[in-house]
């Protein structure tokens, strides 16, 4: 089981950006697709942005293209989700996941992903 850790989060005025990133030792053992999630107050989880396992496929919920960017760093085991023009709606306790994928493709945020972190807290306020 992987020990996912997110960093990064914090207050933000909109239209700023910030940089989460989710480390874990385990990225060097398997391919792993790793997906962003957030969960604002009152409602549901949803999916933000995913990369699959050999990082040749990204994928982005709507309400985030063109904003947000997510990136692997190989080299320090760490998925980044670069998040720009950021707005009060995306407040929110965002949270990082894996599954293993060794195959080549893309990846999906309705994948059911095996491992968690615990969340970073991003709030967009003036």
């Known amino acids: 089981q992987l020990q996912l850790v997110e960093s990064g989060g914090g207050l933000v005025q909109p239209g700023g950006s910030l940089r989460l990133s989710c480390a874990a030792s385990?990225?060097?053992?398997?391919?792993?697709?790793v997906g962003w999630f957030r969960q604002a107050p009152g409602k549901e989880r949803e999916g933000v942005s995913c990369?699959?396992?050999?990082?040749?496929?990204?994928n982005f919920a709507d309400s985030v293209k063109g904003r947000f960017a997510i990136s692997r760093d190989v080299a320090k085991y760490t998925v980044d989700l670069e998040m720009n023009s950021l707005k009060p709606e995306d407040t929110a306790i965002y949270y990082c996941?894996?599954?293993?994928?060794?195959?080549?493709?893309?990846?999906?945020?309705?994948?059911?992903?095996?491992?968690w972190g615990q969340g970073t807290q991003v709030t967009v306020s003036s």
């Open positions: 996941a894996a599954v293993v994928q060794r195959q080549i493709g893309g990846c999906v945020l309705s994948t059911a992903y095996t491992d």
């Open positions: 990369i699959s396992g050999r990082g040749r496929g990204t």
């Open positions: 385990g990225f060097a053992r398997d391919y792993y697709a």
